[in-house]
């Protein structure tokens, strides 16, 4: 993150120490408010670093709001309140000196519906580059959209066609241009907001192939209404209702033995 | 008048009917039905109107003309009459026969056995069309009558009704326009007949003057439309420069940079601008305005009359900023949050995404929404007839007074006007050009925004 701003880092390089863990963020006692409407209610958990963590529950329950927070995506909202604290490598992300727009190039993106700019396929890349001015020549541009089409998989299928518009593409490519968009400005985090949920079976497939790839050097939090992906793709899962943070944990232990019962009702489809 | 009243009655009794019948077939069972009852009652209620209502109004206009020609034949010395007094003597014969009293100025001696005709052929005729409509819906009730049974498809008639209806409509709109321009080019070649056609569009020398007698001093006018069209290019360009910036900028800042409480007020306060007469406009110009630049001018050390291109072009500029920022506004609006949320999640602030995302994907309408305005400031009489100027001088200095293609038409036909020299028709070929001149912008704007765009569906 930037150099201002620093809050609580002794107290997070403790934590680190004593867990002895790879902790990536902290989110504490986080509420969210649409005018007087609680969204999520007093969340703490913390997401450990190049793991994938899933959030799963019904719709309306709080997950994509929550994942919002972590890149300030709220902050577009009118009406909307964020209280509590969200420490990002032991920054905390809602400090008053702390730039969002800056934090944004920091944590990626993805959203719903694949939302590919209608521009071409190359520029739809070389679109965050270009913003930051990471890249000014030439070259360096053609390397970086190189490189983030072939880690989104998707390099093979347009090279022949990078000067195309990118709505042309399938459902599927669009949201695979959509991931080398987020990485070309290599974040550190990378929020999915149900990726998968306009895509078919097949296309699923390779994203969550792509995904299990992204993990070895991105921090992603997923939120997804399909259960067995969050249980494929996932190292840690947390259960949210009615905007609370019903539970968290493994995913392993989420899916076979939950420590809650309405965890348990929602995993196995007897919900409510 | 006791037509329509029958004709009404019996479409909302075959209305009534359709629905009862079809309803009593199946004994209220609907789903039985292939259409519902209000279909049924739509069908014979259409039979019934539709067809008596043109017979209706063409009987009205044949039967006018009919009883026309056949009074006045009975008019002693009919054959020596000129067309306006063809319309005074029928007139007389009217009043006489409709008023009981007798009107001195009215009455005629002579016309007696025509106003008596006149009379006894309107009522003829009034009984008629009465019998006509009435047996008419009477078949119609029960033929159709008959025809409703459970598996009649009466949804599919109504809704092809309905489609012929709307694309009447369009056409009526289609053939209107077309009608217009005939009027136009048949006009102009009229006058193309007596000034040439490269005088017209090369010419610099604007001077519509015909002589009434042959040994007058300037007697030939001069149809050079380049100054007349130059002034009203430079006003519509100086109205784009205060309105295209002003309005673009006002319409990104309702759209995506204003709080909604504010968005919500100020909007329709723009608007209110677009409701203003231009008469109004025009005198603000005038009396407000040109002055005030004439002074300011006079301070500044520049020489700027009162009837200034300035002037006009300012004023114009601010009546169609609403059309710029109203329209810019929607579009605007209308380009997906997805996209928006996409470009700020990579760290894109506002006005990053609105320069390289927003804005290339709301183009078209922009870009129509600019050509709107254009087409209005091209088009815009009131503010330049009354703050411009009349002077048609080749000048590219605002500060000067100039005149346009709209104003001259209307110097041309102001007053009482023969349509059969120069003068007057130079007008048609003013509006010719002017329709020309939109009708390429627009073709013009069609080609770049199609080449440009950024399609996001």
């Given at each position: 993150?930037?150099?201002?701003?620093?809050?609580?880092?002794?107290?997070?390089?403790?934590?680190?120490?004593?867990?002895?863990?790879?902790?990536?963020?902290?989110?504490?006692?986080?509420?969210?408010?649409?005018?007087?409407?609680?969204?999520?209610?007093?969340?703490?958990?913390?997401?450990?670093?190049?793991?994938?963590?899933?959030?799963?529950?019904?719709?309306?329950?709080?997950?994509?709001?929550?994942?919002?927070?972590?890149?300030?995506?709220?902050?577009?909202?009118?009406?909307?309140?964020?209280?509590?604290?969200?420490?990002?490598?032991?920054?905390?992300?809602?400090?008053?000196?702390?730039?969002?727009?800056?934090?944004?190039?920091?944590?990626?993106?993805?959203?719903?519906?694949?939302?590919p700019?209608?521009?071409?396929?190359?520029?739809n890349v070389?679109y965050g580059?270009?913003?930051?001015?990471?890249?000014?020549?030439?070259?360096?541009?053609?390397?970086?959209?190189?490189?983030s089409?072939?880690?989104?998989?998707?390099?093979?299928?347009?090279?022949?066609?990078?000067?195309?518009?990118?709505?042309?593409?399938?459902?599927?490519?669009?949201?695979?241009l959509c991931i080398a968009r987020t990485i070309s400005?290599?974040?550190?985090?990378?929020?999915?907001?149900?990726?998968?949920?306009?895509?078919?079976?097949?296309?699923?497939?390779?994203?969550?192939?792509?995904?299990?790839?992204?993990?070895?050097?991105?921090?992603?939090?997923?939120?997804?209404?399909?259960?067995?992906?969050?249980?494929?793709?996932?190292?840690?899962?947390?259960?949210?209702?009615?905007?609370?943070?019903?539970?968290?944990?493994?995913?392993?232990?989420?899916?076979?033995?939950?420590?809650?019962?309405?965890?348990?009702?929602?995993?196995?489809?007897?919900?409510? | 008048?006791?037509?329509?009243?029958?004709?009404?009655?019996?479409?909302?009794?075959?209305?009534?009917?359709?629905?009862?019948?079809?309803?009593?077939?199946?004994?209220?069972?609907?789903?039985?039905?292939?259409?519902?009852?209000?279909?049924?009652?739509?069908?014979?209620?259409?039979?019934?109107?539709?067809?008596?209502?043109?017979?209706?109004?063409?009987?009205?206009?044949?039967?006018?003309?009919?009883?026309?020609?056949?009074?006045?034949?009975?008019?002693?010395?009919?054959?020596?009459?000129?067309?306006?007094?063809?319309?005074?003597?029928?007139?007389?014969?009217?009043?006489?026969?409709?008023?009981?009293?007798?009107?001195?100025?009215?009455?005629?001696?002579?016309?007696?056995?025509?106003?008596?005709?006149?009379?006894?052929?309107?009522?003829?005729?009034?009984?008629?069309?009465?019998?006509?409509?009435?047996?008419?819906?009477?078949?119609?009730?029960?033929?159709?009558?008959?025809?409703?049974?459970?598996?009649?498809?009466?949804?599919?008639?109504?809704?092809?009704?309905?489609?012929?209806?709307?694309?009447?409509?369009?056409?009526?709109?289609?053939?209107?326009?077309?009608?217009?321009?005939?009027?136009?080019?048949?006009?102009?070649?009229?006058?193309?007949?007596?000034?040439?056609?490269?005088?017209?569009?090369?010419?610099?020398?604007?001077?519509?003057?015909?002589?009434?007698?042959?040994?007058?001093?300037?007697?030939?006018?001069?149809?050079?439309?380049?100054?007349?069209?130059?002034?009203?290019?430079?006003?519509?360009?100086?109205?784009?420069?205060?309105?295209?910036?002003?309005?673009?900028?006002?319409?990104?800042?309702?759209?995506?940079?204003?709080?909604?409480?504010?968005?919500?007020?100020?909007?329709?306060?723009?608007?209110?601008?677009?409701?203003?007469?231009?008469?109004?406009?025009?005198?603000?110009?005038?009396?407000?305005?040109?002055?005030?630049?004439?002074?300011?001018?006079?301070?500044?050390?520049?020489?700027?009359?009162?009837?200034?291109?300035?002037?006009?072009?300012?004023?114009?500029?601010?009546?169609?900023?609403?059309?710029?920022?109203?329209?810019?506004?929607?579009?605007?609006?209308?380009?997906?949050?997805?996209?928006?949320?996409g470009?700020?999640?990579l760290?894109?602030?506002?006005?990053?995404?609105?320069?390289?995302?927003?804005?290339?994907?709301?183009?078209?309408?922009?870009?129509?929404?600019?050509?709107?305005?254009?087409?209005?400031?091209?088009?815009?009489?009131?503010?330049?007839?009354?703050?411009?100027?009349?002077?048609?001088?080749?000048?590219?200095?605002?500060?000067?007074?100039?005149?346009?293609?709209?104003?001259?038409?209307?110097?041309?036909?102001?007053?009482?006007?023969?349509?059969?020299?120069?003068?007057?028709?130079?007008?048609?070929?003013?509006?010719?050009?002017?329709?020309?001149?939109?009708?390429?912008?627009?073709?013009?704007?069609?080609?770049?925004?199609?080449?440009?765009?950024?399609?996001?569906?």
């Amino acid at each position: 993150m930037t150099d201002t701003g620093i809050v609580n880092i002794s107290s997070f390089n403790k934590l680190k120490k004593s867990k002895n863990i790879k902790i990536k963020a902290i989110i504490k006692n986080l509420s969210v408010f649409y005018s007087d409407k609680c969204a999520v209610d007093n969340v703490s958990m913390n997401i450990n670093a190049r793991e994938v963590t899933a959030m799963i529950g019904p719709s309306g329950c709080g997950k994509s709001t929550f994942i919002r927070c972590l890149n300030r995506m709220n902050d577009v909202i009118e009406n909307c309140t964020v209280k509590g604290s969200i420490l990002i490598d032991g920054y905390d992300i809602y400090h008053p000196k702390i730039d969002e727009v800056k934090l944004r190039s920091q944590i990626g993106m993805v959203f719903q519906k694949p939302n590919p700019f209608p521009k071409s396929i190359y520029d739809n890349v070389a679109y965050g580059p270009r913003l930051h001015g990471i890249a000014t020549k030439k070259n360096d541009l053609d390397n970086i959209v190189e490189e983030s089409l072939t880690k989104a998989g998707l390099f093979k299928e347009v090279k022949d066609r990078l000067n195309d518009t990118a709505i042309g593409l399938s459902g599927g490519q669009q949201q695979r241009l959509c991931i080398a968009r987020t990485i070309s400005i290599s974040p550190s985090i990378i929020l999915m907001d149900e990726p998968c949920s306009a895509l078919d079976p097949i296309a699923t497939a390779v994203i969550e192939e792509l995904i299990e790839n992204l993990k070895k050097s991105y921090t992603i939090l997923i939120v997804t209404h399909n259960m067995q992906q969050a249980a494929r793709v996932s190292e840690k899962t947390a259960f949210f209702h009615l905007g609370k943070l019903i539970e968290f944990g493994d995913t392993k232990t989420i899916f076979t033995n939950p420590r809650e019962k309405q965890t348990l009702g929602y995993i196995t489809g007897r919900y409510g | 008048m006791y037509v329509v009243i029958a004709i009404l009655l019996f479409s909302f009794y075959g209305f009534y009917l359709g629905k009862k019948k079809s309803a009593n077939l199946v004994s209220n069972k609907v789903s039985e039905l292939h259409s519902t009852p209000i279909y049924h009652g739509y069908y014979i209620f259409l039979w019934c109107f539709v067809p008596s209502l043109i017979v209706l109004i063409s009987w009205q206009v044949l039967d006018n003309y009919l009883i026309k020609s056949l009074v006045l034949n009975l008019v002693p010395g009919f054959e020596t009459l000129d067309k306006g007094n063809i319309n005074f003597v029928f007139e007389k014969i009217k009043t006489m026969a409709t008023q009981e009293t007798i009107d001195p100025f009215f009455y005629d001696e002579q016309l007696i056995p025509a106003s008596k005709k006149y009379n006894w052929l309107t009522k003829i005729s009034n009984i008629t069309l009465f019998t006509v409509i009435l047996s008419f819906l009477a078949i119609v009730l029960v033929y159709v009558k008959n025809k409703i049974q459970a598996e009649f498809t009466a949804r599919v008639y109504v809704e092809k009704f309905i489609k012929t209806i709307l694309f009447m409509c369009s056409v009526v709109a289609i053939f209107t326009t077309l009608g217009i321009v005939l009027s136009l080019l048949l006009e102009s070649l009229r006058f193309f007949q007596s000034v040439s056609i490269f005088d017209f569009l090369f010419g610099t020398h604007w001077s519509p003057q015909i002589a009434i007698r042959e040994d007058q001093v300037g007697s030939s006018g001069a149809f050079g439309s380049v100054p007349v069209l130059a002034g009203t290019l430079l006003i519509t360009l100086i109205a784009m420069t205060v309105s295209v910036p002003v309005g673009l900028f006002s319409a990104i800042y309702l759209s995506d940079y204003a709080p909604r409480k504010v968005r919500t007020i100020m909007k329709p306060l723009l608007e209110i601008l677009a409701g203003i007469p231009t008469v109004v406009y025009g005198f603000f110009a005038a009396l407000t305005i040109g002055p005030f630049l004439r002074k300011f001018g006079e301070s500044m050390g520049l020489d700027i009359v009162s009837e200034s291109a300035l002037a006009a072009g300012l004023v114009m500029g601010i009546m169609i900023i609403p059309f710029i920022s109203s329209l810019s506004d929607d579009v605007i609006n209308a380009v997906p949050q997805e996209l928006k949320d996409g470009s700020y999640a990579l760290g894109a602030t506002k006005s990053e995404t609105m320069v390289r995302v927003i804005l290339p994907a709301a183009l078209p309408g922009i870009i129509g929404s600019i050509l709107l305005a254009v087409s209005r400031a091209i088009g815009e009489t009131m503010i330049v007839v009354m703050a411009a100027g009349m002077s048609a001088r080749l000048t590219a200095n605002p500060f000067e007074a100039v005149t346009t293609v709209t104003v001259q038409i209307v110097t041309l036909l102001v007053g009482d006007q023969e349509f059969d020299n120069p003068k007057t028709l130079a007008a048609f070929a003013l509006g010719l050009q002017l329709f020309l001149l939109t009708l390429f912008l627009n073709l013009f704007a069609l080609k770049i925004v199609q080449k440009y765009r950024e399609k996001y569906e």
